[in-house]
T-cell receptor, first 114, second 112 residues
């Protein structure tokens, strides 16, 4: 069965520090991969996506993610975190078999210390 | 981002009453989805639609039904609300198979 695991429920970093959020997936083929961000009381906003090609993907707000097929991972990174990055982050896998459904991880809540 | 609105944005209801949530989109997207978001569970798919009058179940469909009579509207109905259906409900739309899903602002539903 397809699944997405975000092993870190909460992460706290200091402003200006680097950030890496982990995402592992289980899928029979190369899936579509996404990272979304959700600020409190808001809907989800797409940060970046991977469909094919270059395994290092650039997104909005200075985020990037790297697809590693051998590790079934799609980790999100940012070199220097800003206080406004405090939010919840969701990794998702898109079904490429025809239903186009997404499977979401349980999310990682990021806290940024001033 | 796609123009997606959800109504109502907040609702408090009592156990056993029917509830209908509406998702409206202005992007002419083919695919529409209803998710629920609960702490520790992320987003879970309730139902989805791949065209007018074409719908299918997601992973947590029990107690919910949907209808899509027009491209722009996707309705989620709780026939008889239960406290376990207290949640935040998100609608999403997707234009093509290689497009991304765009999310509405959510509806917070409380069932007393």
């Amino acid at each position: 069965a397809q699944s997405v695991t975000q092993p870190d429920i909460h992460i706290t970093v200091s402003e200006g520090a680097s950030l890496e959020l982990r995402c592992n997936y289980s899928y029979g083929a190369t899936p579509y991969l996404f990272w979304y961000v959700q600020s409190p009381g808001q809907g989800l906003q797409l940060l970046l996506k991977y469909f094919s090609g270059d395994t290092l993907v650039q997104g909005i707000k200075g985020f990037e993610a790297e697809f590693k097929r051998s590790q079934s991972s799609f980790n999100l990174r940012k070199p220097s975190v800003h206080w406004s990055d405090a939010a919840e982050y969701f990794c998702a896998v898109g079904d490429v078999s025809g239903t186009y459904k997404y499977i979401f991880g349980t999310g990682t809540r990021l806290k940024v210390l001033a | 981002d796609a123009g997606i609105t959800q109504s109502p944005r907040h609702k408090v209801t009592e156990t056993g009453t029917p509830v209908t949530l509406r998702c409206h989109q202005t992007e002419n997207h083919r695919y529409m989805y209803w998710y629920r978001q609960d702490p520790g569970h992320g987003l879970r798919l309730i139902h989805y639609s791949y065209g007018v009058k074409d719908t299918d179940k997601g992973e947590v469909s029990d107690g919910y039904s949907v209808s899509r009579s027009k491209t722009e509207d996707f309705l989620l109905t709780l026939e008889s609300a239960t406290s376990s259906q207290t949640s935040v409900y998100f609608c999403a739309t997707q234009g093509t198979s290689t497009d991304t899903q765009y999310f509405g602002p959510g509806t917070r539903l409380t069932v007393l």
